[in-house]
């Protein structure tokens, strides 16, 4: 992808600070999509309980839709989202493995969670350039895609 960050950018998600409120990054972008606050830091809370990222218990509990979620992702990066089914051009045992996939017309599909999600994340608060060629997508839709 061509990203240029730090190893750092691996380390637990930063958090955002708004006023007294702590967020991490991977739910702090949606209070620019109207998702409800307390919703938000449930999230957040749930996840420093659980030692898992916040958008996964975010996910996971339904505090919004994987749709909603990665479409205000891809909005957030400016990036295309996509839930249609393009030719793929890449080995799907592959793609599974890595998380993401050579499309037929050059681009990248991707569901990011984990390490690519607080690196692209990471990218997007540095400033640093994201290859315009990734299409984000939902984990469900990337699984029945490849």
């Given amino acids: 992808m061509g990203l240029a960050v730090r190893p750092s950018d691996f380390a637990a998600v930063s958090p955002v600070r708004r006023g007294s409120d702590l967020l991490?990054?991977?739910?702090?972008?949606?209070?620019?999509?109207?998702?409800?606050e307390r919703t938000l830091r449930a999230a957040a809370a749930g996840s420093r309980c659980c030692g898992v990222d916040a958008s996964t218990v975010l996910l996971t509990q339904g505090g919004v839709s994987d749709t909603l979620y990665y479409h205000s992702l891809a909005r957030h990066l400016g990036l295309a989202f996509a839930l249609d089914w393009p030719r793929l051009d890449g080995d799907p045992i592959l793609a599974l493995r890595w998380g993401r996939v050579r499309l037929a017309d050059g681009g990248?599909?991707?569901?990011?969670?984990?390490?690519a999600l607080?690196?692209?994340?990471?990218?997007?608060?540095?400033?640093?350039?994201?290859?315009?060629?990734?299409?984000?997508?939902?984990?469900?839709?990337?699984?029945?895609?490849?």
């Fill in 118 to 146: 607080r690196l692209l994340l990471a990218a997007r608060r540095r400033g640093l350039p994201i290859d315009p060629s990734l299409r984000i997508t939902t984990p469900a839709h990337f699984a029945a895609l490849v």
């Fill in 108 to 115: 990248w599909l991707l569901a990011p969670t984990d390490r």
């Fill in 24 to 36: 991490p990054a991977d739910l702090a972008f949606l209070r620019r999509f109207n998702v409800d």
